[in-house]
């Protein structure tokens, strides 16, 4: 047997987006009914190279489909500028759970933008008003693009508001959609006060105040992915209906995880996770509902669904590479 090899050009061309978010929503809803294994994500923490690596290992049965994988994945703050390398860089290996056989070992950098998007979509779809039609981007990296693009899969948005300190990357988004959207830049009060709210930066200091969210703004709060990041007013989070992805990773380094550290926020303030929304057991928005959060830590789940996408589509197509990875002989 042969392992295929996807780099990060084959896995965007067969991480098909809207697969995706229909996987991601699957594995969710999976978690929820207790049929998926994921261990705490681990760090190791190299202060020296101001980075870390990041090790996401799980297991997936979504029903007509399971599959297991583990990401090796880092973030380092300094490799755009020091070593012309992005600041995150992941690696894949998508393993048969019946077997352990390899089956892949793909690009987990292309796979980590999509499947975050896709959370953010899978979250929108169950907690945006049913209308939704206007998406405010407050950071303008890469996720801005990817939270458009799966968002705009579940709402049809119509007006994009695109906020960031850089004009540059702030036009380059405008650009990119002029075709396709009614986007301009804007500052983070007006992108605040969409239907839909993407926050997509690095901040250890609330950015968008609790006032200039509309009244029945749905936040996808993405940017919070360590201990001390922190994007949102205390008020907003105490207001919102709040929903998370997973209690020990957005307690220990989502967006609440300062407020709870500081005792402002408790258990009680907690709605509960996606999967038990996307598997029923509780409500999405309901019709009292006035501003609700999503805390996106970002989950090994979401990175099994993704690339159980890229690889099957990839098979289908006869692409990638296949070579031997480890012996099959057993005399």
């Known amino acids: ?16 987006l809207p697969a995706i978010v229909d996987a991601v929503s699957a ?12 261990p705490a994500k681990s760090y190791i923490d190299l202060p020296e190279y101001n980075g870390d690596f990041r090790s996401m290992p799980a297991y997936v049965n979504a029903g007509d489909w399971d599959a297991a994988a583990v990401k090796w994945v880092n973030v380092h703050t300094d490799n755009p500028t020091d070593h012309d390398l992005p600041t995150v860089l992941g690696t894949l290996i998508y393993s048969d759970p019946e077997t352990a056989f390899p089956l892949a070992v ?3 950098t292309v796979l980590t933008r999509l499947r975050t ?11 945006a008003v049913p209308d939704a039609d206007s998406l405010g981007l407050v950071g303008a990296g890469t996720q801005a693009y990817t939270q458009l693009e799966a968002i705009a899969t579940v709402r049809d948005i119509e007006t994009v508001v695109v906020a960031d300190r850089d004009e540059q990357r702030q036009r380059a988004v405008v650009d990119h959609f002029g075709d396709r959207f009614d986007v301009r830049a804007g500052p983070i009060e007006e992108a605040a006060g969409c239907d839909v709210l993407s926050t997509i930066t690095p901040v250890e200091s609330p950015i968008v105040d ?3 969210l509309g009244e029945h703004t749905h936040v996808n709060a993405i ?16 207001d919102a209906k709040l929903v998370i992805d997973d209690y020990e990773q957005c307690t220990h380094s989502g967006e609440i995880n300062v407020p709870w550290s500081e005792g402002v926020l408790d258990d009680g303030d907690i709605y ?9 057991d509780l409500p999405g928005r309901e019709s009292a509902d006035g501003i609700t959060l999503f805390d996106s830590t970002g989950l090994a789940i979401q990175d099994v669904a993704a690339a159980h996408v890229a690889y ?6 006869g692409e990638g590479t296949d070579f031997v990875l480890v012996g099959t002989d057993t005399t």
């Open 1 to 16: 047997m042969q392992t295929l090899l996807l780099g990060p050009d084959a896995v965007e061309r067969h991480a098909d």
């Open 27 to 38: 594995a969710f809803a999976a978690d929820a009914r207790g049929d998926t294994i994921m």
């Open 106 to 108: 793909m690009d987990g």
């Open 117 to 127: 998007g896709a959370a953010a979509a899978v979250a929108t779809d169950h907690l």
């Open 210 to 212: 609790r006032e200039w």
């Open 223 to 238: 940017g919070a992915d360590a201990a001390g990041k922190h994007e949102h007013d205390d008020r907003t989070l105490l």
């Open 272 to 280: 509960g996770e996606l999967g038990s929304i996307v598997a029923g």
């Open 312 to 317: 099957e589509n990839a098979r289908e197509a």
